[in-house]
């Protein structure tokens, strides 16, 4: 019996965390901010609002352009982003589809349009700065395995600023990341995979 008494320890463990893992993803198709509704302006930036969704994993159905170009799901933050692209700049991505984590391309070589998003692609850690209006791409996580995107504000020499949609029933649209200069190379924080932008866009 004494033999049996650590596995059933890991036993009772992997439950208590199975548990742990379904009560939150469970939460996280509610609106648990009763300070706030869904589907509220929050925030705006170059003239694109940005929304409320409550539950990170909340749908609120599929968000489409007037003459039928899909944005994404209603107030996601990739609806944020194809919605900002579209609105300020005109731009439409070839693949109107795809979670957060797909926008970021690895096989795409540093510097060179990633096609499904007609857009140029950066690596993070590499010798190119992010730029105001770039659409910043975040990995995966335990807890999302979606990942997340959103734009960028402002580019100082060691932090930038985002706004972002979704992040959360109790997150902030601003969010501040640090900016890290390393033998030329520029390196953001949070798990930052890279960043995308068009091509005719200022330095």
Known sequence: MILRRPALLLATLAGIAALAVAGYGGATYFNLNP????????????????????????????????????????????????????????????????????????????????????????RNGQAEKPRVDGLIVFAPTLLNRYGHVAIVVSVGDREIEIVQQNPGPFGESRARLSLEARDGNWHVEGGTLGWLRRAQAPS
């Open 35 to 122: 300070a706030r509704e869904v589907g509220a302006v929050v925030d705006e930036f170059n003239g694109v609002k940005v929304y409320y969704n409550g539950g990170v994993n909340n749908a609120e159905g599929r968000a489409l352009s007037s003459d039928g170009y899909n944005l994404g799901i209603q107030y996601q933050c990739v609806e944020f982003v194809k919605r900002y692209y579209f609105e300020r700049f005109g731009h439409r991505m070839p693949d109107a589809y795809g979670h957060a984590r797909d926008f970021y391309d690895a096989a795409t070589p540093q510097g060179m349009p990633n096609t499904k998003r007609a857009l140029l692609q950066y």
